[in-house]
């Protein structure tokens, strides 16, 4: 009897320590993979890592903004668009021109002469081979996108730039909807799919890294022509 109790006995305590092993094998996983998904975006954006995707910045668009003042907004997209010039990053102009599209900004051809500009026919940039053909010859997984609006092209291109594996940073204060319960609707979406909110001040500042570096007077004068920083913002065209 004394036997069969101390096999038991034993055999309890063998199963105890797989369950205690699965376990800290299950956390340990579990950990890991946590520490992976939230230290990914504490790698900072470089202008040797990120892209830029400018969605539907188009004229036709424009009654429909009701989320940012105009010119506020106008501001912010010409901010973005030089932002990709200083620091040449990769760039694709996303947007069929024409019909209640209108035409694109022309600040978009002035400051981004060399960017290829997609047409598509879903509202999401995925769906197209020579958007995901530029993606893939960029080279660059950090995607910094913005546009019109950021509930409809802008969400849906996000989350299938997510689903396959893209780091995605919006940048909020270059987009826009038609109503603010939508947007902030869009916004948390987009963060619980694992985007990343950004203004265009912080990215350029996070690229930059150091006012001492080539861009850095570039990025000054940015700051000084479009930024609330300096004082008042004058009119501008977009």
Known sequence: ?????????????????????????????????NSSKESKYLFKLSKTNAALIMVDYLTGFDPGLKTIEKNLYN??????????????????????????????????KKHLPTAPILARHAPSAWTEKSFRDFLEKSGRKKIIIAGISIDNCTLQTSLDLLRNGYEVYVVVDASGTDENLVE?????????????????VSIASEIMEDWQAPE?????????????????LGPIER
């Open 1 to 33: 009897m004394k036997n069969i109790y101390c096999t038991i006995l034993f055999a309890c305590s063998l199963f105890m320590l797989s369950c205690n092993s699965e376990t800290n094998h299950s956390k340990t996983k579990i950990d890991s993979d």
């Open 75 to 108: 501001h912010n997209v010409t901010a973005l668009a030089k932002m990709g010039s200083i620091f040449k990053l990769p760039t694709v102009i996303l947007g069929d021109e024409g019909d209640f599209r209108g035409q694109f900004y022309p600040l978009l």
């Open 184 to 200: 902030q609707a869009a916004m948390m979406r987009l963060t619980q799919a694992g985007a990343v909110m950004v203004s265009w």
């Open 216 to 232: 850095g007077p570039a990025v000054g004068k940015l700051y000084q022509d479009h930024s609330n920083w300096n004082g008042t």
